[in-house]
């Protein structure tokens, strides 16, 4: 009688042949059709005096309970329903109906115990149970929205929540039209999103037919912000590996697809940025080398959304360092040994806008510019080992991080190269260091100071699209110039060095 099968949706036969069957497989002496009888038998402990037909009978005809007073159908009702938890056919039968009376078919369990069961649900001993949980959320107004939330706090995809509810509830249309309401309740709903329930997520879109997944992720890429998604890079890479370059990204809108392009990028100037401040926290570095690589960091903040891809390159001692805080899933190698100054590089991948390389320390010290070029990504990007000298012998334009140079680079950056930043930038930051020693809060008296405590200060320069950066004054421009003067000569001396070296 009952259907187990939930990828079939086959609705409840409660029709008359099937009573008669039923009736055929019972002893005459055992069937008595009254709701009198059957209620005197549920007062009475004799249950198991309760033959199938006449479960049916009551379970189908409201006309025979309008002669039991409105109380006494209440409590009756009631009854039935925690009579079920020990009727394995009973509860199936139950249960079904009401699932099936929820979707839209109201001839197929009786009024009362419908209203009862609202009642019962709340009872101690089915209050946590998964299905009596669905149930309830089928007769809300909000079933969809109801079922997403029941999933998420269980940690259940659509599938895993069939595989629970298994051979008790039919497989109504309802369990299959929930899933497209994931995406806007864990952009509007959930709160705090949390790495688990990202994961959660993911294992959604993982199960969903094609054509529910891209609705589903242009909906998360149209109202996921940006700055949540930065803290879970999970997300991003699982876009990366199933849209980027792919077929189902031509199926997304125009503002889906720039939207994925921003997130891509967010998560690869992340993974900069965190670098950066582990080289600082954990690397014994000058005030100076701090300098450069707060400013950079800032610098390239402002073209986040450009980056395609992310590589970092690092000295085997600032891997034994730092490794233990980086992701597994980060492209980093560790740099060959050519003798050259200790340093860290990131190399950017901007797409069709070509290649930047970002020396973090040395006497170099450069930012290297490479224009989208085969053989160039191919050496970058490659798992062949990279050193120092083998990225300075490819050649390409460079750019120093002397006096005012932001200024500069931005300008190189627009002018020749046709990179801009992120759409809306009006404010370049600049980063300042300052030391400032602890004082005693309880006394006026001269204290001994040992210990000092680093700050960042933000100076904001004001951004043009057409014109860049503010010009620098006269006195900058020939300060600029001398300090450009002592770079250009170390870097050519470095280039040579690299050009005669056998690497």
């Known amino acids: 009688m009952i259907n187990k099968n939930l990828h079939e949706i086959i609705p409840p036969d409660h029709q008359p042949h099937r009573l008669?069957?039923?009736?055929?497989?019972?002893?005459?002496?055992?069937?008595?059709?009254?709701?009198?009888?059957?209620?005197?038998?549920?007062?009475?402990?004799?249950?198991?005096?309760?033959?199938?037909?006449?479960?049916?009978?009551?379970?189908?005809?409201?006309?025979?309970?309008?002669?039991?007073?409105?109380?006494?159908?209440?409590q009756l009702s009631l009854k039935i329903w925690h009579i079920s938890l020990n009727n394995e056919w009973l509860y199936f039968t139950l249960v079904r109906r009401l699932a099936w009376f929820f979707n839209g078919q109201k001839n197929v369990i009786i009024s009362d115990l419908v209203n009862s069961f609202y009642t019962w649900s709340n009872s101690i001993s089915v209050q946590n149970n998964l299905v009596i949980k669905i149930l309830v959320t089928l007769g809300t107004d909000q079933t969809k929205r109801e079922l997403v939330?029941?999933?998420?706090?269980?940690?259940?995809?659509?599938?895993?929540?069939?595989?629970?509810?298994?051979?008790?509830?039919?497989?109504?249309?309802?369990?299959?039209?929930?899933?497209?309401?994931?995406?806007?309740?864990f952009t509007k709903v959930l709160h705090p999103i949390t790495l688990d329930k990202v994961n959660w997520l993911l294992r959604c879109f993982d199960e969903m037919e094609e054509t529910t997944q891209?609705?589903?992720?242009?909906?998360?890429?149209?109202?996921?912000?940006?700055?949540?998604?930065?803290?879970?890079?999970?997300?991003?890479?699982?876009?990366?590996?199933?849209?980027?370059?792919?077929?189902?990204?031509?199926?997304?809108?125009?503002?889906?697809?720039?939207?994925?392009?921003?997130?891509?990028?967010?998560?690869?100037?992340?993974?900069?940025?965190?670098?950066?401040?582990?080289?600082?926290?954990?690397?014994?570095?000058?005030?100076?080398?701090?300098?450069?690589?707060?400013?950079?960091?800032?610098?390239?903040?402002?073209?986040?959304?450009?980056?395609?891809?992310?590589?970092?390159?690092?000295?085997?001692?600032?891997?034994?360092?730092?490794?233990?805080?980086?992701?597994?899933?980060?492209?980093?190698?560790?740099?060959?040994?050519?003798?050259?100054?200790?340093?860290?590089?990131?190399?950017?991948?901007?797409?069709?806008?070509?290649?930047?390389?970002?020396?973090?320390?040395?006497?170099?010290?450069?930012?290297?510019?490479?224009?989208?070029?085969?053989?160039?990504?191919?050496?970058?990007?490659?798992?062949?080992?990279?050193?120092?000298?083998?990225?300075?012998?490819?050649?390409?334009?460079?750019?120093?991080?002397?006096y005012f140079w932001q200024w500069s680079c931005e300008k190189l950056l627009r002018v020749k190269y046709n990179i801009i930043p992120n759409e809306g930038t009006r404010e370049f930051i600049v980063i300042s260091i300052k030391y400032t020693s602890p004082s005693s809060a309880t006394s006026n008296k001269p204290i001994l100071i040992r210990d000092k405590t680093r700050h960042y200060e933000q100076t904001k320069l004001r951004y043009n699209f057409q014109y860049g950066l503010p010009e620098p004054s006269e006195n900058q421009l020939e300060r600029r110039k001398r300090d450009q003067r002592r770079w250009l000569n170390e870097i050519e001396r470095l280039e040579l060095e690299a050009k005669q070296s056998s690497l």
């Open 149 to 185: 939330k029941i999933t998420c706090e269980q940690n259940l995809t659509r599938n895993e929540l069939l595989k629970k509810i298994n051979n008790v509830l039919p497989n109504i249309p309802i369990f299959k039209d929930y899933v497209l309401e994931i995406s806007p309740y």
């Open 214 to 402: 891209i609705t589903s992720v242009e909906y998360i890429l149209n109202h996921l912000s940006t700055s949540i998604v930065g803290n879970f890079p999970e997300l991003v890479n699982w876009l990366k590996n199933n849209y980027n370059n792919s077929s189902k990204q031509s199926k997304l809108s125009s503002q889906a697809r720039q939207k994925l392009r921003i997130w891509i990028g967010a998560v690869n100037y992340q993974d900069f940025s965190n670098l950066v401040d582990l080289i600082i926290d954990k690397i014994s570095l000058s005030t100076t080398e701090q300098k450069q690589l707060k400013n950079r960091q800032s610098f390239w903040s402002n073209y986040s959304n450009s980056f395609v891809r992310l590589k970092i390159l690092l000295p085997s001692r600032s891997c034994d360092i730092i490794n233990n805080d980086i992701r597994l899933d980060q492209d980093i190698q560790i740099l060959e040994d050519d003798g050259s100054d200790e340093t860290e590089i990131c190399i950017f991948d901007l797409g069709e806008n070509g290649f930047i390389v970002e020396f973090f320390r040395g006497k170099g010290s450069e930012t290297r510019l490479f224009p989208q070029n085969d053989y160039i990504e191919s050496v970058l990007f490659s798992s062949q080992p990279l050193s120092v000298k083998k990225i300075r012998k490819l050649g390409s334009e460079k750019h120093d991080h002397a």
């Open 20 to 74: 008669i069957n039923i009736a055929a497989q019972q002893k005459p002496s055992n069937i008595n059709l009254s709701i009198l009888v059957l209620k005197e038998k549920i007062d009475q402990n004799r249950v198991e005096e309760i033959s199938l037909i006449e479960w049916i009978w009551c379970i189908d005809n409201d006309q025979v309970w309008e002669i039991l007073p409105a109380l006494d159908r209440k």
